[in-house]
Protein backbone atom coordinates (compact mmCIF):
# COMPACT_ATOMS: atom_id res chain seq x y z
CA UNK A 1 0.00 0.00 0.00
CA UNK A 2 3.10 2.44 0.90
CA UNK A 3 3.52 2.13 -3.16
CA UNK A 4 0.17 3.09 -3.86
CA UNK A 5 0.65 6.37 -2.08
CA UNK A 6 4.17 6.89 -2.93
CA UNK A 7 2.68 6.80 -7.04
CA UNK A 8 0.27 9.32 -5.99
CA UNK A 9 2.60 11.48 -4.74
CA UNK A 10 4.21 12.07 -8.08
CA UNK A 11 7.07 9.31 -8.10
CA UNK A 12 8.25 8.01 -11.48
CA UNK A 13 4.65 6.76 -13.18
CA UNK A 14 4.82 3.33 -13.77
CA UNK A 15 2.94 2.62 -16.90
CA UNK A 16 -0.61 2.43 -16.81
CA UNK A 17 -2.34 -0.52 -18.13
CA UNK A 18 -5.05 0.17 -20.44
CA UNK A 19 -8.52 -1.26 -18.82
CA UNK A 20 -10.97 -3.54 -20.48
CA UNK A 21 -13.97 -2.09 -21.85
CA UNK A 22 -17.32 -3.17 -19.60
CA UNK A 23 -19.25 -3.65 -22.45
CA UNK A 24 -16.89 -6.36 -23.68
CA UNK A 25 -16.50 -8.37 -20.49
CA UNK A 26 -20.12 -8.05 -19.64
CA UNK A 27 -22.03 -11.09 -22.16
CA UNK A 28 -18.95 -13.15 -20.46
CA UNK A 29 -19.56 -12.13 -17.12
CA UNK A 30 -23.03 -13.08 -17.34
CA UNK A 31 -23.18 -16.43 -18.95
CA UNK A 32 -19.71 -17.61 -17.58
CA UNK A 33 -20.63 -15.80 -14.17
CA UNK A 34 -23.87 -18.14 -13.89
CA UNK A 35 -22.25 -20.80 -14.85
CA UNK A 36 -20.15 -20.75 -12.33
CA UNK A 37 -21.99 -19.90 -9.80
CA UNK A 38 -24.12 -23.20 -10.76
CA UNK A 39 -21.22 -24.97 -10.70
CA UNK A 40 -20.38 -23.81 -7.25
CA UNK A 41 -24.09 -24.83 -5.92
CA UNK A 42 -23.73 -28.17 -7.00
CA UNK A 43 -20.33 -28.54 -4.67
CA UNK A 44 -21.66 -26.73 -2.02
CA UNK A 45 -25.30 -27.00 -1.18
CA UNK A 46 -27.39 -29.34 -3.66
CA UNK A 47 -29.21 -32.17 -1.61
CA UNK A 48 -28.16 -30.33 1.40
CA UNK A 49 -30.57 -27.01 2.16
CA UNK A 50 -32.62 -27.46 -1.25
CA UNK A 51 -32.64 -30.41 -3.90
CA UNK A 52 -33.07 -29.99 -7.56
CA UNK A 53 -32.15 -33.53 -8.40
CA UNK A 54 -33.97 -36.14 -5.86
CA UNK A 55 -31.90 -38.97 -4.18
CA UNK A 56 -28.30 -38.17 -2.07
CA UNK A 57 -25.87 -38.89 -4.90
CA UNK A 58 -24.54 -35.41 -5.41
CA UNK A 59 -24.17 -34.98 -1.86
CA UNK A 60 -22.96 -38.12 -0.85
CA UNK A 61 -20.08 -37.61 -3.58
CA UNK A 62 -18.52 -34.06 -2.69
CA UNK A 63 -19.69 -34.65 0.66
CA UNK A 64 -15.69 -34.71 2.13
CA UNK A 65 -15.42 -31.65 -0.32
CA UNK A 66 -18.01 -29.80 0.95
CA UNK A 67 -16.80 -29.87 4.95
CA UNK A 68 -13.32 -29.22 3.65
CA UNK A 69 -14.19 -26.28 1.31
CA UNK A 70 -16.06 -25.37 4.62
CA UNK A 71 -19.93 -25.13 3.39
CA UNK A 72 -22.54 -26.14 5.81
CA UNK A 73 -23.12 -30.04 6.52
CA UNK A 74 -24.16 -32.35 8.64
CA UNK B 1 -9.35 0.26 -23.90
CA UNK B 2 -7.19 -2.75 -23.70
CA UNK B 3 -7.97 -4.80 -26.58
CA UNK B 4 -7.36 -8.05 -25.08
CA UNK B 5 -9.98 -10.87 -25.34
CA UNK B 6 -11.97 -11.69 -22.20
CA UNK B 7 -12.15 -15.23 -23.67
CA UNK B 8 -8.24 -15.67 -23.36
CA UNK B 9 -8.10 -14.13 -19.73
CA UNK B 10 -11.06 -16.50 -18.41
CA UNK B 11 -9.57 -19.66 -20.14
CA UNK B 12 -6.23 -18.79 -18.84
CA UNK B 13 -8.08 -18.09 -15.13
CA UNK B 14 -10.17 -21.46 -15.20
CA UNK B 15 -6.60 -23.10 -16.28
CA UNK B 16 -4.69 -21.39 -13.00
CA UNK B 17 -8.13 -22.22 -11.03
CA UNK B 18 -7.49 -25.91 -11.75
CA UNK B 19 -3.71 -25.86 -11.05
CA UNK B 20 -4.52 -24.38 -7.73
CA UNK B 21 -7.33 -26.80 -7.42
CA UNK B 22 -4.96 -30.03 -7.74
CA UNK B 23 -2.13 -27.90 -4.92
CA UNK B 24 -5.20 -27.53 -2.77
CA UNK B 25 -6.05 -30.87 -3.23
CA UNK B 26 -3.21 -32.06 -2.20
CA UNK B 27 -3.71 -30.23 1.11
CA UNK B 28 -6.99 -31.38 1.72
CA UNK B 29 -6.33 -35.07 1.42
CA UNK B 30 -3.58 -34.99 3.70
CA UNK B 31 -3.84 -32.33 6.08
CA UNK B 32 -8.19 -32.49 6.12
CA UNK B 33 -8.83 -36.15 5.67
CA UNK B 34 -7.32 -37.57 8.99
CA UNK B 35 -9.61 -35.09 11.03
CA UNK B 36 -12.52 -35.68 8.62
CA UNK B 37 -12.02 -39.48 9.41
CA UNK B 38 -11.83 -38.76 13.18
CA UNK B 39 -15.00 -37.18 12.84
CA UNK B 40 -16.39 -39.64 11.44
CA UNK B 41 -15.08 -42.24 13.86
CA UNK B 42 -16.68 -40.41 16.37
CA UNK B 43 -20.28 -40.57 14.98
CA UNK B 44 -20.11 -43.91 14.00
CA UNK B 45 -18.97 -44.33 17.79
CA UNK B 46 -21.90 -42.50 18.73
CA UNK B 47 -24.79 -43.60 16.79
CA UNK B 48 -27.04 -45.13 18.42
CA UNK B 49 -29.50 -46.48 15.59
CA UNK B 50 -27.92 -47.99 12.82
CA UNK B 51 -28.46 -46.02 9.54
CA UNK B 52 -25.34 -47.08 7.78
CA UNK B 53 -26.33 -50.71 6.09
CA UNK B 54 -26.60 -49.07 2.60
CA UNK B 55 -23.83 -46.28 2.09
CA UNK B 56 -24.49 -44.68 -1.31
CA UNK B 57 -21.08 -43.81 -1.96
CA UNK B 58 -18.24 -45.55 0.06
CA UNK B 59 -15.56 -43.56 2.22
CA UNK B 60 -12.75 -44.56 0.11
CA UNK B 61 -14.31 -43.26 -2.88
CA UNK B 62 -15.72 -40.08 -0.57
CA UNK B 63 -11.97 -39.39 0.56
CA UNK B 64 -10.32 -39.76 -2.68
CA UNK B 65 -12.39 -39.51 -6.36
CA UNK B 66 -15.17 -37.54 -4.41
CA UNK B 67 -13.57 -34.73 -2.23
CA UNK B 68 -11.09 -34.29 -5.88
CA UNK B 69 -14.79 -33.84 -7.77
CA UNK B 70 -15.30 -31.03 -4.72
CA UNK B 71 -12.57 -29.28 -4.69
CA UNK B 72 -11.28 -29.26 -8.59
CA UNK B 73 -14.78 -27.69 -9.48
CA UNK B 74 -14.58 -25.67 -6.44
CA UNK B 75 -11.08 -24.46 -7.90
CA UNK B 76 -12.78 -23.71 -11.52
CA UNK B 77 -15.68 -22.12 -10.41
CA UNK B 78 -13.55 -19.68 -8.61
CA UNK B 79 -10.70 -19.24 -10.90
CA UNK B 80 -13.65 -18.03 -13.68
CA UNK B 81 -15.29 -16.08 -11.75
CA UNK B 82 -11.77 -14.65 -10.37
CA UNK B 83 -10.79 -13.89 -13.63
CA UNK B 84 -13.83 -11.76 -14.94
CA UNK B 85 -13.66 -9.81 -11.51
CA UNK B 86 -9.85 -9.76 -13.08
CA UNK B 87 -11.30 -7.98 -16.09
CA UNK B 88 -13.09 -5.60 -14.37
CA UNK B 89 -9.98 -4.55 -11.98
CA UNK B 90 -7.56 -4.08 -14.34
CA UNK B 91 -6.40 -0.86 -15.20
CA UNK B 92 -9.08 0.55 -12.98
CA UNK B 93 -7.67 -0.32 -8.82
CA UNK B 94 -5.12 1.80 -9.76
CA UNK B 95 -1.58 1.64 -11.04
CA UNK B 96 -0.74 -1.87 -11.24
CA UNK B 97 0.24 -4.28 -13.87
CA UNK B 98 -1.73 -7.46 -14.14
CA UNK B 99 0.00 -9.47 -12.20
CA UNK B 100 0.14 -7.03 -9.30
CA UNK B 101 -3.64 -7.09 -9.84
CA UNK B 102 -4.00 -10.83 -9.86
CA UNK B 103 -2.23 -10.91 -6.10
CA UNK B 104 -4.16 -8.22 -5.04
CA UNK B 105 -7.45 -9.73 -6.52
CA UNK B 106 -6.14 -13.22 -4.75
CA UNK B 107 -5.66 -11.46 -1.63
CA UNK B 108 -9.12 -10.08 -1.87
CA UNK B 109 -10.83 -13.11 -2.89
CA UNK B 110 -9.35 -15.35 -0.16
CA UNK B 111 -10.08 -12.38 2.70
CA UNK B 112 -13.96 -11.53 1.48
CA UNK B 113 -14.94 -14.57 0.24
CA UNK B 114 -13.85 -16.75 2.72
CA UNK B 115 -12.05 -15.75 6.09
CA UNK B 116 -14.86 -13.34 6.86
CA UNK B 117 -16.93 -15.67 6.86
CA UNK B 118 -15.28 -18.55 8.33
CA UNK B 119 -14.65 -16.13 11.23
CA UNK B 120 -18.62 -16.36 11.94
CA UNK B 121 -19.11 -19.89 10.81
CA UNK B 122 -16.24 -21.83 10.59
CA UNK B 123 -15.54 -24.61 8.63
CA UNK B 124 -17.08 -27.93 10.51
CA UNK B 125 -16.23 -31.62 10.46
CA UNK B 126 -18.57 -34.53 10.42
CA UNK B 127 -20.87 -34.76 13.07
CA UNK B 128 -20.66 -31.08 14.57
CA UNK B 129 -24.13 -29.95 12.99
CA UNK B 130 -27.50 -30.41 13.63
CA UNK B 131 -29.21 -31.31 10.25
CA UNK B 132 -31.77 -29.96 11.32
CA UNK B 133 -30.17 -26.27 10.92
CA UNK B 134 -28.59 -27.17 7.64
CA UNK B 135 -31.07 -24.89 5.61
CA UNK B 136 -30.41 -22.17 7.83
CA UNK B 137 -26.63 -22.32 8.04
CA UNK B 138 -26.42 -22.36 4.41
CA UNK B 139 -28.64 -19.35 3.79
CA UNK B 140 -26.47 -17.56 6.33
CA UNK B 141 -23.55 -18.86 4.83
CA UNK B 142 -24.18 -17.31 1.77
CA UNK B 143 -25.49 -14.23 2.80
CA UNK B 144 -22.47 -13.68 4.79
CA UNK B 145 -20.32 -14.38 1.70
CA UNK B 146 -22.56 -12.02 0.06
CA UNK B 147 -22.45 -8.67 2.48
CA UNK B 148 -18.37 -9.42 2.86
CA UNK B 149 -17.55 -9.07 -0.85
CA UNK B 150 -20.01 -6.67 -1.15
CA UNK B 151 -18.70 -4.64 2.01
CA UNK B 152 -15.42 -4.88 0.33
CA UNK B 153 -16.50 -3.69 -2.99
CA UNK B 154 -18.00 -0.79 -0.79
CA UNK B 155 -14.67 -0.61 0.79
CA UNK B 156 -12.27 0.08 -2.59
CA UNK B 157 -14.92 2.56 -3.47
CA UNK B 158 -14.92 4.45 -0.30
CA UNK B 159 -11.14 4.43 -0.26
CA UNK B 160 -10.92 6.01 -3.70
CA UNK B 161 -13.36 8.66 -2.97
CA UNK B 162 -11.52 9.42 0.17
CA UNK B 163 -7.84 9.46 -1.62
CA UNK B 164 -7.64 12.72 -2.84
CA UNK B 165 -8.54 14.47 0.79
CA UNK B 166 -6.68 12.23 2.83
CA UNK B 167 -4.03 10.94 0.25
CA UNK B 168 -4.04 6.86 -0.44
CA UNK B 169 -2.73 5.79 3.43
CA UNK B 170 -4.96 7.11 5.18
CA UNK B 171 -7.64 6.65 3.24
CA UNK B 172 -6.80 2.85 2.86
CA UNK B 173 -6.49 2.93 6.52
CA UNK B 174 -10.08 4.26 6.84
CA UNK B 175 -11.53 2.10 4.17
CA UNK B 176 -10.38 -0.97 6.06
CA UNK B 177 -11.42 0.27 9.55
CA UNK B 178 -15.28 0.52 7.77
CA UNK B 179 -14.95 -2.52 6.32
CA UNK B 180 -13.66 -4.07 9.82
CA UNK B 181 -16.12 -2.20 12.13
CA UNK B 182 -19.61 -2.86 9.06
CA UNK B 183 -18.28 -6.79 9.22
CA UNK B 184 -18.22 -6.69 13.31
CA UNK B 185 -21.87 -5.21 12.96
CA UNK B 186 -22.61 -8.06 10.62
CA UNK B 187 -21.29 -10.66 13.16
CA UNK B 188 -22.72 -9.14 15.89
CA UNK B 189 -26.72 -8.90 14.60
CA UNK B 190 -26.36 -12.67 12.31
CA UNK B 191 -27.09 -15.50 14.58
CA UNK B 192 -25.03 -17.73 15.38
CA UNK B 193 -24.96 -21.75 16.21
CA UNK B 194 -23.24 -23.51 18.79
CA UNK B 195 -24.17 -27.37 18.09
CA UNK B 196 -20.63 -29.05 18.73
CA UNK B 197 -21.15 -31.82 20.94
CA UNK B 198 -19.83 -31.47 24.30
CA UNK B 199 -17.49 -35.14 24.03
CA UNK B 200 -16.37 -33.89 20.40
CA UNK B 201 -12.56 -33.58 20.57
CA UNK B 202 -11.36 -30.58 20.67
CA UNK B 203 -8.33 -31.28 18.74
CA UNK B 204 -9.61 -32.86 16.10
CA UNK B 205 -12.31 -29.73 15.46
CA UNK B 206 -8.90 -27.09 15.67
CA UNK B 207 -6.98 -29.75 13.03
CA UNK B 208 -10.02 -29.57 10.92
CA UNK B 209 -10.50 -26.07 10.93
CA UNK B 210 -6.56 -25.24 10.19
CA UNK B 211 -6.77 -27.56 7.19
CA UNK B 212 -10.09 -25.90 5.92
CA UNK B 213 -8.03 -22.47 6.22
CA UNK B 214 -5.08 -24.07 4.83
CA UNK B 215 -6.90 -25.53 1.70
CA UNK B 216 -8.48 -22.29 1.02
CA UNK B 217 -5.05 -20.27 1.41
CA UNK B 218 -3.08 -22.84 -1.17
CA UNK B 219 -5.91 -22.16 -3.15
CA UNK B 220 -6.05 -18.46 -3.61
CA UNK B 221 -2.13 -17.91 -3.40
CA UNK B 222 -1.24 -20.35 -6.09
CA UNK B 223 -4.08 -18.96 -8.20
CA UNK B 224 -3.28 -15.37 -7.64
CA UNK B 225 0.50 -16.27 -8.67
CA UNK B 226 0.14 -18.44 -11.81
CA UNK B 227 -3.29 -16.29 -13.34
CA UNK B 228 -0.65 -12.96 -12.62
CA UNK B 229 1.87 -14.87 -14.71
CA UNK B 230 -0.33 -16.16 -17.33
CA UNK B 231 -2.33 -12.81 -17.40
CA UNK B 232 1.15 -10.76 -17.58
CA UNK B 233 2.25 -12.82 -20.22
CA UNK B 234 -0.91 -12.18 -22.33
CA UNK B 235 -1.46 -8.42 -21.87
CA UNK B 236 2.55 -7.36 -21.84
CA UNK B 237 3.41 -7.52 -25.26
CA UNK B 238 0.43 -5.22 -26.29
CA UNK B 239 -0.31 -2.92 -22.88
CA UNK B 240 -0.46 0.52 -24.81
CA UNK B 241 2.07 2.66 -23.33
CA UNK B 242 4.21 0.02 -22.24
CA UNK B 243 8.26 1.70 -22.77
CA UNK B 244 9.65 -1.13 -25.53
CA UNK B 245 12.79 -1.00 -23.41
CA UNK B 246 11.26 -1.76 -20.39
CA UNK B 247 9.72 -4.74 -21.62
CA UNK B 248 7.15 -5.80 -19.04
CA UNK B 249 4.96 -3.46 -16.50
CA UNK B 250 6.77 -4.31 -13.23
CA UNK B 251 4.51 -3.02 -10.48
CA UNK B 252 5.29 -4.69 -7.22
CA UNK B 253 3.24 -3.62 -4.29
ZN1 LIG C 1 -21.53 -33.96 6.13
Known amino acids: MAHSAASTTGSPALPEVAPISLKAIAPWAVFFGVLMLVLLYFVGAEQGATSLLSGESVHEWVHDGRHLLGFPCH | MNTVSVRSLLVRGMLAGLVAGCAALLVAYFLGEPSVDASIGYEEAHSHHD ?9 TLQSTAGLATGVLVYGVAFGGIAALAFCVALGRIGRFGPRATAALLS ?15 PANPPATSDPDTIGQRTALFFLMIALSVLLGLAAIILGRRLAPRLGAWWATVAAVAAFVLAVGLAYAFLPSYDEVPKDFPASVLWRFRLSALAVQGVLWTGFGLLFGHLAERRLAPRAGSVDPARGVVETTP
Not at chain 2, 51 to 59: A, I, P, S, Y
Not at chain 2, 107 to 121: A, D, E, H, S
Open chain 2, 107 to 121: LGGLLTVYVVPFLKY
Open chain 2, 51 to 59: DHGVELVGR
